[in-house]
């Protein structure tokens, strides 16, 4: 059987023409697009967990370039593995253990509320007696757009700070980030997929996202395990039967709800695993 790499690097050959397609003309700067490395321990492990940001902040393929845009009209040879090895680099031998890994790639504190629910989640799928989760990260956006913050003198080069896309890019962003993000599920196949993304996403996710019979998805098609908090998607709407959704971190953190959305997310997981 082809490795996860493989078919997730055939795929992602597919779909940078799609993002260029997209930025062409718009004269915006952006970030590279993040794309996932697959380390061994994910593609061994029994209890497999995706869990999806909402938009990266920036991305690069060396950490010394990491104020660098992404020339997305030019070709870059090569660009899709050197973008999956910094993954890889960034998530060295998955967090089995819990502990944030600092790294000069990762352009977010190791301590931001995005980490923390991971570290915690982590724990409380590990403190059920469930075998050691693996996890891979992905955004429901994968690129970040720059604003310049300063050019060197000698060389000329442009440097710039990352964040989200303004309103007038992200749509054009989000419908292949979507249609991306569903083939790496289909692809790595998690045993839950859980994502932790602002409100500002449903719209798009209601427009993207069919049920059986190509309709389109609607608010009744949901389940809520947990009011308000934790919403799950239809089995047909995803190639996962467990893909949750739940409010941003920060959005937890501020509510104090971090603890009662990962308790009862850890606890539909594992009353899977046994089922």
């Not at 991305?59 to 870059?76: G, H, L, P, V």
């Not at 915690?120 to 050691?132: D, E, I, S």
């Not at 970040?144 to 054009?172: C, H, I, M, W």
Request: net charge neutral; hydrophobic share 35%.
């Amino acid at each position: 059987m082809e490795s996860f790499q493989n078919q997730l690097n055939t795929v992602y050959e597919k779909y940078l023409p799609k993002f260029q397609d997209a930025l062409r003309g718009t004269g915006q700067v952006v970030s590279y697009p993040l794309l996932i490395g697959v380390a061994d321990a994910y593609a061994k492990a029994e209890l497999k967990i995706m869990l999806v940001g909402q938009e990266t902040r920036g991305w690069n393929f060396e950490a010394n370039e990491k104020n660098k845009a992404w020339t997305y009209d030019k070709s870059t040879p090569g660009l899709v593995e050197k973008l999956t090895e910094t993954y890889k680099e960034w998530s060295k031998e998955p967090d089995l253990d819990c502990n944030e890994k600092a790294n000069s790639v990762r352009n977010e504190k190791p301590n931001s509320p995005f980490w923390q629910f991971h570290k915690r989640l982590c724990k409380a799928l590990k403190g059920q007696g469930n075998p050691t989760p693996a996890f891979v990260w992905s955004n429901v956006c994968r690129l970040a757009q720059g604003t310049e913050v300063s050019t060197d003198e000698a060389t000329g080069e442009q440097k710039y700070e990352f964040g989200p896309l303004g309103e007038n890019l992200l749509p054009r962003i989000l419908e292949p980030s979507l249609e991306l993000l569903w083939e790496e599920i289909a692809i790595l196949r998690p045993h839950a997929v859980i994502m932790t993304i602002g409100w500002k996403f449903d719209p798009f996710l209601m427009q993207n996202l069919k049920t059986k019979g190509n309709a389109p998805l609607k608010n009744s098609d949901y389940e809520m395990p947990l009011e308000n908090l934790v919403y799950k998607f239809p089995a047909d709407a995803w190639p996962c039967p467990q893909v949750f959704q739940t409010n941003h971190p920060t959005y937890l953190q501020r509510r104090k709800k971090t603890s009662e959305v990962i308790q009862k997310l850890a606890e539909i997981i594992v009353q899977s695993m046994s089922s």
